[in-house]
């Protein structure tokens, strides 16, 4: 069987001749939950974004990124823009990067399905609702109308979880997603993690420098 995604010899370099990554080489299969371990500054965030290329503009990246039949270095922003969020989706450690503070969160999850799906703006709004639904069984509504400053930190990383699964990917992406959560929120959001990527057969790439959190939600574990 192919794998979901495949990169080899992958290098990294930031404008200013700073590398990040060199040499990587990583396979991920179908439905696998990979983790990737690695200490502060160890190039971890680098390899995710450079996955859905998402690196500042003139960052050398070299080798090769597949996911399944696309090769993402070489595939045009317009193809890209398909992939991100359907093909590969990325939670990005911060919600404030994912999040528009001006945007409620119902808005913000149609928004994700609106780039993917051809519906109207009613359909658009009754499907995030129901996806919403989903990860706040029991106050969808008032999240659904809430604004990213009115939730609280796991809250709102439970609103880019569900932003970043509405559409379904085949691949997650997750960099340290957990890391500023009390420990609370932090194993209810890995719970609910690991059930949403058994569900849908999802594969995962998790990165972070706990490794007993990558226990807890992967099963292979690699190092950079």
Same mark, same amino acid.
């Given at each position: 069987?192919?794998?979901?995604?495949?990169?080899?010899?992958?290098?990294?370099?930031?404008?200013?001749? /700073?590398?990040?990554?060199?040499?990587?080489?990583?396979?991920?299969?179908?439905?696998?939950?990979?983790?990737?371990?690695?200490?502060?500054?160890?190039?971890?965030?680098?390899?995710?974004?450079?996955?859905?290329?998402?690196?500042?503009?003139?960052?050398?990246?070299?080798?090769?990124? *597949?996911?399944?039949? /696309?090769?993402?270095?070489?595939?045009?922003?317009?193809?890209?823009?398909? /992939?991100?969020? *359907?093909?590969?989706?990325?939670?990005?450690?911060?919600?404030?990067?994912?999040?528009?503070?001006?945007?409620?969160?119902?808005?913000?999850?149609?928004?994700?399905? *609106?780039?993917?799906?051809?519906?109207?703006?009613?359909?658009?709004?009754?499907?995030?609702?129901?996806?919403?639904?989903?990860?706040?069984?029991?106050?969808?509504?008032?999240?659904?109308?809430?604004?990213?400053?009115?939730?609280?930190?796991?809250?709102?990383?439970? /609103?880019?979880?569900?932003?970043?699964?509405?559409?379904?990917?085949?691949?997650?992406?997750?960099?340290?997603?957990?890391?500023?959560?009390?420990?609370?929120?932090?194993?209810?959001?890995?719970?609910?993690?690991?059930?949403?990527?058994?569900?849908?057969?999802?594969?995962?790439?998790?990165?972070?420098?706990?490794?007993?959190?990558? *226990?807890?939600?992967?099963?292979?574990?690699?190092?950079?």
């Amino acid at each position: 069987m192919a794998p979901r995604l495949k990169i080899a010899n992958l290098s990294v370099t930031y404008a200013g001749a /700073v590398t990040a990554l060199s040499g990587v080489n990583l396979e991920v299969a179908p439905g696998e939950a990979l983790g990737v371990f690695g200490e502060s500054g160890a190039g971890k965030s680098t390899l995710l974004r450079a996955i859905v290329r998402l690196l500042p503009a003139g960052t050398l990246v070299e080798g090769s990124i *597949r996911s399944e039949s /696309v090769e993402l270095l070489l595939e045009p922003e317009d193809g890209m823009r398909r /992939v991100r969020g *359907r093909g590969v989706a990325y939670i990005p450690q911060a919600p404030s990067e994912a999040l528009n503070p001006v945007l409620t969160a119902l808005t913000q999850v149609a928004e994700v399905l *609106r780039v993917h799906f051809p519906m109207t703006r009613a359909a658009l709004r009754e499907a995030a609702m129901e996806r919403l639904a989903r990860f706040f069984p029991e106050n969808a509504t008032r999240i659904a109308h809430a604004y990213p400053h009115e939730l609280s930190g796991g809250e709102r990383q439970r /609103v880019v979880i569900c932003q970043a699964l509405c559409a379904s990917p085949g691949l997650l992406l997750a960099d340290e997603p957990t890391s500023a959560l009390d420990s609370v929120a932090q194993l209810e959001f890995l719970r609910m993690l690991r059930h949403e990527r058994e569900r849908a057969g999802m594969s995962l790439i998790f990165v972070s420098h706990d490794r007993a959190v990558l *226990r807890f939600v992967t099963g292979r574990q690699v190092s950079l």
